[in-house]
């Protein structure tokens, strides 16, 4: 939510700046701004809307300045309009802000009673104010240190001083701030990604520390004023490739990499010479593993609400899944003999990093399964998994989602092998189907087309449901998520069990009802469900590995996926519900990569 960059250069910033901040965009996109410093004045120019827009305005008015910071926003105090775009400047200082600053209506209220005026609605404009006014009595160290000591809350900032105009600060409590090394140039950004066409030397803020960018050097300092080092770190070249290619969009081109990314994640995992997981060194041993919970957000929940049932299954360990936001506030008793499991593709999400500090606080052990290796969540949990499936840029996880449901599939079988849960023959079998996994997917996704004509059912539509039982329960609810953030249509993932218990009164004439329906042990009872809703008129897309034609009746389309073992055939109906919701947005005109009101990275609660 919101991206930051700074640099500090021996060059004009401002191209770089617009650069980093298209980079960026995927974290918001409402407004959009920049500050440099040029003839000894901050010259601030925003404006709402996407980063195209504020390029243009610098096309007609160029932003000199060797130092300089930019914001992209997802509006959280004020509406999304140029006043409350970032920067927020005032005569000596400039902000761009990344977090909620939870006191800053308090912190209003005691500056306006000391004589400032504030021109926004943002908690923001706080900071500039505070600033600006230690700055009158201290130096810029305490003027930093006496500014952040006052704020409760989350915050990355890139802040730009009219009268120091040879660096560029930067600062981290919750939300993330990565620093990068050049050549005589140094930055500051949100994430590597934004940094890597400029740098692959990156070091990280931990919660508390701020930093000052000079050009030649990096300063670091933690909660105490103290000097402090960090570590430099490289990122790999490979992490580079995040262009769309001959794709429309970063979501198309995702959803297409997915037989590869699977591929290349099971050969990270899967042993060359034997059929075995290299999965080793977990922080508690698997034969004592007395609980595991898995927590996250959004479509990362819904992977452990999947592994959920693959833990029940082949482990005799209980397993709860949790959201991310109740986890962390709940009076859950934590016990050092469980293994809690962080799942989260971007590694920064505020609620799902806040859950895994309070584990960390209570010394239970940690595993964290995300994409981004060098995020929050990989650098804090005792043991990281990570889904190896590159850069997901689309707002929509499509390729994470089923890198995550990869890794704790591979997870489960490991502990479930080293507990002797299954047997060595069961196990093998199991790897060997696990790894014909991207083939099929390979196959699915061949099936496009038929999708495509499908999509038109639903573009109408006042709402629709996803329907399930067991494995394919999880995928009706992540489906139903796509469909709604991409294509805005009002759409639930139920139990298809549970239908008769209230939704089923939501079935009208010509209302689109997906049913998952594979030919598993519960295919006759979904079968059942799904005839109470065509009764009432409901249209039914069914997907399903069942080849018999006795189904056919009365469905209006049919999307068949391959055959395979049920407990994994969830990567394939995953497929045709990605298709379905990017077709949906598509035929409806929505901004398929950047959907309304939303963000990839959500680093606030
Ligand atoms: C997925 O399509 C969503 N955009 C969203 O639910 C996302 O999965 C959630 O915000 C969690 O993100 P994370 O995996 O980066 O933690």
């Known amino acids: 939510m919101c991206g930051i960059i700074g640099i500090v250069s021996n060059k004009s910033v401002s191209a770089s700046i617009i650069g980093a901040l298209k980079k960026l965009e995927y974290r918001g996109y409402d407004s959009a701004g920049i500050s440099t410093i040029s003839n000894g004045q901050i010259n601030e120019q925003k404006c709402t ?4 827009n504020l390029e243009k305005i610098l096309f007609q008015n160029p932003s000199n300045g060797d130092l300089g910071i930019g914001h992209v926003r997802w509006a ?7 006043i409350n775009a970032h920067p927020h400047s005032s005569e000596v200082v400039s902000v761009v802000h990344n977090g909620i600053i939870e006191n800053s209506d308090k912190l209003r209220k005691e500056f306006e009673k000391k004589g400032y005026s504030f021109k926004s609605q943002t908690d923001t404009e706080v900071i500039t104010v505070m600033l600006t006014d230690f700055l009158k009595k201290e130096n810029l160290i305490n003027c930093i240190h006496k500014t952040l000591e006052k704020l409760e809350g989350s915050f990355a900032l890139g802040v730009i001083f009219k009268d120091f105009n040879n660096l560029v600060v930067g600062a981290r409590r919750g939300s993330p701030l990565a620093v990068g090394y050049g050549h005589n140039e140094n930055f500051i950004g949100s994430d590597s990604y934004a940094l890597k066409s400029m740098t692959n030397k990156i070091s990280y803020l931990d919660d508390g520390d701020f930093c000052i960018l000079y050009k030649e050097k990096v300063e670091f300092y933690n909660s105490d004023k103290q000097k402090i080092n960090k570590e430099i770190f490289e990122l790999s070249n490979e992490d580079n490739i995040a262009d769309k290619g001959d794709y429309k969009d970063f979501m198309s081109k995702e959803i297409n990499e997915q037989s590869a990314t699977t591929k290349k994640c099971i050969n990270e995992y899967l042993d060359k010479t034997r059929n075995e997981i290299n999965i080793y060194n977990l922080p508690i041993d698997p034969k004592k593993i007395n609980k595991i919970r898995l927590i996250a957000c959004g479509t990362a929940y819904h992977s452990c609400l999947m592994s959920k049932y693959w833990i029940e299954e082949f482990t005799s360990i209980d397993v709860e899944a949790d959201i991310a936001s109740e986890f962390r506030y709940r009076k859950v008793k934590l016990n050092p003999n469980d293994l809690y499991i ?20 209570n010394k239970v052990k940690t595993c964290g399964i995300v994409n981004v290796v060098e995020s929050s969540i990989a650098r804090s949990a005792d043991f990281v998994l990570p889904i190896h499936a590159g850069p997901e840029i689309g707002v929509a996880s499509t390729k994470a989602f089923i890198g995550q449901m990869i890794v704790l599939y591979l997870l489960t079988l490991k502990i479930a092998k080293e507990r002797n849960d299954v047997s060595v023959e069961e196990y093998t079998k199991l790897v060997l189907d696990l790894k014909k996994i991207p083939n099929l997917i390979e196959e699915t996704l061949n099936k496009q087309k038929n999708i495509q004509v499908i999509a038109r059912d639903f573009i109408n539509a006042k709402g629709t449901m996803y329907l399930g039982r067991g494995y394919s329960y999880p995928i009706a609810m992540e489906g139903a998520l796509k469909l709604k953030e991409l294509s805005y249509i009002h759409a639930e993932g139920y139990a298809a069990g549970e239908m008769k218990h209230g939704p089923l009164a939501l079935i009208e004439d010509g209302m689109p009802v997906v049913v998952l329906a594979p030919k598993d042990r519960f295919f006759e009872k979904t079968i059942s469900n799904m005839q109470e809703v065509i009764a009432r008129g409901g249209k039914v897309l069914m997907i399903t ?22 407990t994994i055939n969830s990567f394939l109906l995953t497929i045709p519900l990605q298709f379905l919701a990017y077709h949906v947005a598509l035929l409806k005109n929505c901004d398929i990569d950047k959907p309304r009101n939303l963000a990839k990275s959500v680093t606030v609660e």
Do not use: W
Request: glycine share 6%.
């Open 545 to 566: 590995d069942d080849t018999s034609e006795t189904t056919n009746e009365n469905i209006r389309f049919k999307f068949q996926i391959p055959k395979t073992n049920s």
């Open 49 to 52: 809307g996407r980063v195209d």
């Open 76 to 82: 959280t105090h004020g509406m999304p309009n140029q």
């Open 342 to 361: 962080f799942v989260s593709q971007s590694g920064e999400t505020a609620d799902t990093y806040a859950a895994l500090e309070k584990c960390k606080k």
